[in-house]
């Protein structure tokens, strides 16, 4: 293994065995000795092979589900691969799930000897490292209380403080980091920054891109057990973020669906009703009726997700129920953000737009081109008004969301243009 490689990894697989039936009591385990048990094949790992460099910070990202954890698990020897190898050259910190290595009945003080002794420090290193551990987690006037007596942050930072004192080569960070607040977070961050000096390698799982590409110097994208990308962190982010964007289109869209068909079904009981004659205020609203929206990009593709910077087409459909009547209408437009701050309004009386042409077509549409809008929920409210008399027939007090990414770091609402001056 090369000298400078802390971590080798080559066609790791892990396969975990999911059993169908579920035994609820010792009645059934015991009748379930004598039948045939049937089981699920979950792949969590699917032949990953990379490497990590000594005095890297190399993370691992990935949605729920991804393999990451496991991952991890099989770097710190608590799983066996299936297939493959791994090779480690250095002693291992694993700070992988909370509670390992910890005994709630035991004191905050016992229970630094007995994980520091599970990461395979002495009695002299513990005693010479403890008042430093105590420090770090910043848990002095709790440490002779019962572990069962903290909260999970508290636990957060005492099994944290433990595993980068224990003097390791290589510390494995799974994302239960999050659970420690802000100020301790950074505060871990800031340990790893002296890691790296040292020349010590940390890997760590998480779902904070920012952290990834703020602190990494490379990452890697893990789906469904196999490897997507590895590269600069900064680059593995953003294919992060642009999966994410899919599968929340996806989501998006089957959801729109389900609310399309409920939209098509009260339309048609609507319509039946005006058929029948209904109210003359029935009549009086639905002589044109808002019956959807839609978010298209550039090439006319309806989508739900948007970069900053991209085009945005917000088409609104119609319904003019009494066309004779509905010739002469103005059609508005305006767009918020999810936190209620009004960005846009806009309206074809004051542009002077002929309307006449969404009339024959049954939808207007406004083009945005090159969104300077920053990462948020979005929804747009519509209205169709009389020419003459301004009379509203129909108003959409919130349309669905489109949802917005942004790959800079900066803050606010929108992305301005700037330029640093000397």
Aim: hydrophobic fraction near 40%; proline fraction near 1%; charged fraction near 30%.
């Amino acid at each position: 293994m090369n000298k400078d490689i802390a971590i080798s990894v080559k066609g790791v697989s892990k396969t975990f065995k999911i059993p169908h039936e579920k035994v609820s009591s010792i009645r059934g385990a015991v009748t379930g000795i004598f039948r045939d048990k049937s089981y699920e094949e979950f792949k969590a790992l699917d032949n990953v092979s990379f490497e990590v460099k000594k005095g890297e910070f190399f993370g691992i990202i990935g949605r729920n589900g991804s393999g990451k954890s496991t991952l991890l698990k099989v770097l710190a020897g608590i799983y066996q691969a299936d297939k493959g190898r791994v090779k480690v050259n250095g002693m291992i910190s694993p700070f992988l799930e909370l509670g390992i290595g910890f005994n709630p009945e035991l004191s905050g003080r016992d229970n630094v000897y007995l994980n520091a002794t599970v990461l395979g420090m002495t009695q002299k290193q513990i005693d010479e490292k403890f008042d430093a551990i105590v420090a770090f987690s910043e848990l002095e006037r709790f440490i002779d209380q019962k572990l069962k007596n903290y909260s999970s942050g508290m636990q957060v930072r005492l099994a944290f403080s433990v595993s980068i004192h224990a003097n390791r080569d290589i510390l494995l960070m799974d994302e239960v980091l999050a659970v420690g607040d802000s100020n301790f977070q950074s505060k871990c961050l800031t340990e790893f920054a002296k890691y790296k000096d040292m020349n010590r390698t940390v890997v760590i799982v998480t779902h904070d891109i920012t952290v990834v590409q703020r602190y990494c110097d490379r990452a890697m994208l893990i789906r469904n057990g196999k490897i997507v990308k590895i590269g600069k962190a900064e680059e593995v982010g953003n294919t992060y973020v642009y999966e994410n964007m899919s599968d929340e289109e996806k989501r998006i869209r089957d959801e729109e669906k389900r609310q399309q068909k409920d939209r098509e079904k009260k339309l048609s009981i609507n319509s039946e009703d005006f058929i029948a004659g209904g109210s003359d205020s029935f009549k009086e609203k639905t002589m044109a009726e808002i019956t959807g929206v839609e978010f298209l990009d550039k090439n006319g593709t309806v989508k739900n997700i948007f970069k900053t910077g991209d085009d945005l087409m917000v088409r609104v459909y119609f319904n003019a129920l009494n066309k004779e009547l509905v010739t002469m209408v103005h059609f508005g437009l305006a767009l918020f953000n999810q936190d209620g701050d009004y960005i846009v309004g806009i309206n074809t009386e004051i542009d002077n737009v002929n309307t006449s042409v969404y009339l024959k077509k049954g939808f207007f549409q406004v083009c945005f081109p090159k969104i300077p809008l920053q990462k948020n929920a979005y929804y747009v409210k519509a209205s169709i008004s009389d020419k003459v008399s301004g009379k509203a027939y129909d108003f959409l007090d919130k349309s669905k969301d489109f949802q917005i990414f942004q790959l800079n770091k900066n803050q606010g609402i929108i992305a301005m243009q700037y330029k640093w001056m000397e």
